[in-house]
C-alpha cells in the first residue's frame, strides 16, 4: 500500500496547479485564439427564446466553412470554430439534421429543470493526463463531448469514465463535481451547460471533497502502460 499511497500524493501535487489557476479563471474566461493546456474557456454564451418541446439533445456537425455553418443554422444554434473546425452546435429532437454538413455527434437527452428563460454556455478545454477542474456544481444540466483523451468525472454518487474519441457524457445539475483527464494523451473537449438564465451557470465550492477515484483511475493507467486513442 505504501508505493501506491505515495503515488497518489505525487498525482494530487501534480494537478494541484492546475485546479489553482483555474479557480481565479472560472468559465466566463474567453477562449484565445492559441489552444493550449489549461482551464475551459468559454467560446459562446447563447441565449434562448424558448426550448424545443419534449427531450433535447446537443448536436454537433462539422462544416467546411463558417458560412456554410450559418446558412445550416436555426434559432438554437450556434456556430464555433475549435480545434481547427467550424462546428455548428444545435439544441433540437434527437432525429433532427442540419440540411448540410457532417454530423458528429448526438449528446443526450439532458435533463433540462423548469426555468423562465434559458442559456447555452459553450466551453472548450484541453487537459493534460492528470489535470482537473476545480471542484463546481452547475445550475443546469452539463454535457460534454471529447474529440481525443479519456475522461473522469467524480460526484459524491460515485465515477464516471469515458474512453476515447467520439464519446459523450451528461451529467444533471446539482452534485458538486470533479472532471479529470485520465489515460495517456491529452484530452480535447467540447462542453455545454444550458442552465436557467437567472442564475449562474457554474459555481466554484470547497464543502465537498472528492475520495480520489479519478486518481487511481488515472494511477491504473499509467501502471499498465494504457495505449494512447
Given at each position: 500500500?505504501?508505493?501506491v499511497?505515495?503515488?497518489?500524493?505525487?498525482?494530487?501535487?501534480?494537478?494541484?496547479?492546475?485546479?489553482?489557476?483555474?479557480?481565479?479563471?472560472?468559465?466566463?474566461?474567453?477562449?484565445?485564439?492559441?489552444?493550449a493546456?489549461?482551464?475551459?474557456?468559454?467560446?459562446?454564451?447563447?441565449?434562448?427564446?424558448?426550448?424545443?418541446?419534449?427531450?433535447?439533445?446537443?448536436?454537433?456537425?462539422?462544416?467546411?466553412?463558417?458560412?456554410?455553418?450559418?446558412?445550416?443554422?436555426?434559432?438554437?444554434?450556434?456556430?464555433?470554430?475549435?480545434?481547427?473546425?467550424?462546428?455548428?452546435?444545435?439544441?433540437?429532437?434527437?432525429?433532427?439534421?442540419?440540411?448540410?454538413?457532417?454530423?458528429?455527434?448526438?449528446?443526450?437527452?439532458?435533463?433540462?429543470?423548469?426555468?423562465?428563460?434559458?442559456?447555452?454556455?459553450?466551453?472548450?478545454?484541453?487537459?493534460?493526463?492528470?489535470?482537473s477542474?476545480?471542484?463546481?456544481v452547475?445550475?443546469?444540466?452539463?454535457?460534454?463531448?471529447?474529440?481525443?483523451?479519456?475522461?473522469?468525472?467524480?460526484?459524491?454518487?460515485?465515477?464516471?469514465?469515458?474512453?476515447?474519441?467520439?464519446?459523450?457524457?451528461?451529467?444533471?445539475a446539482g452534485?458538486?463535481?470533479l472532471?479529470m483527464a485520465?489515460?495517456?494523451?491529452?484530452?480535447?473537449?467540447?462542453?455545454?451547460?444550458?442552465?436557467?438564465?437567472?442564475?449562474?451557470?457554474?459555481?466554484?465550492?470547497?464543502?465537498?471533497?472528492?475520495?480520489?477515484?479519478?486518481?487511481?483511475?488515472l494511477?491504473?493507467?499509467?501502471?499498465?502502460?494504457?495505449?494512447?486513442?
Amino acid at each position: 500500500m505504501r508505493p501506491v499511497f505515495f503515488a497518489l500524493v505525487a498525482i494530487a501535487i501534480v494537478t494541484w496547479p492546475s485546479r489553482a489557476r483555474a479557480r481565479s479563471q472560472a468559465t466566463a474566461r474567453l477562449c484565445e485564439a492559441v489552444e493550449a493546456p489549461g482551464p475551459a474557456c468559454l467560446l459562446a454564451h447563447h441565449q434562448l427564446s424558448s426550448l424545443p418541446a419534449g427531450q433535447i439533445f446537443w448536436h454537433l456537425d462539422r462544416f467546411g466553412s463558417t458560412s456554410a455553418a450559418q446558412a445550416a443554422a436555426q434559432a438554437d444554434s450556434v456556430v464555433i470554430s475549435g480545434f481547427g473546425l467550424i462546428w455548428l452546435f444545435t439544441l433540437a429532437r434527437k432525429a433532427w439534421r442540419p440540411k448540410s454538413g457532417e454530423h458528429v455527434a448526438t449528446v443526450g437527452p439532458l435533463p433540462v429543470p423548469p426555468a423562465r428563460r434559458y442559456t447555452a454556455e459553450y466551453l472548450r478545454s484541453i487537459f493534460d493526463p492528470g489535470m482537473s477542474a476545480p471542484l463546481h456544481v452547475h445550475s443546469g444540466p452539463e454535457a460534454f463531448f471529447a474529440l481525443s483523451g479519456d475522461t473522469c468525472l467524480e460526484t459524491p454518487g460515485g465515477v464516471r469514465t469515458v474512453r476515447g474519441s467520439g464519446e459523450g457524457l451528461v451529467i444533471a445539475a446539482g452534485p458538486p463535481m470533479l472532471l479529470m483527464a485520465i489515460g495517456k494523451v491529452p484530452r480535447r473537449g467540447f462542453a455545454l451547460i444550458l442552465h436557467d438564465s437567472d442564475r449562474p451557470a457554474t459555481t466554484l465550492m470547497q464543502t465537498w471533497h472528492p475520495t480520489g477515484l479519478c486518481a487511481r483511475r488515472l494511477l491504473a493507467d499509467r501502471v499498465r502502460g494504457r495505449p494512447g486513442n
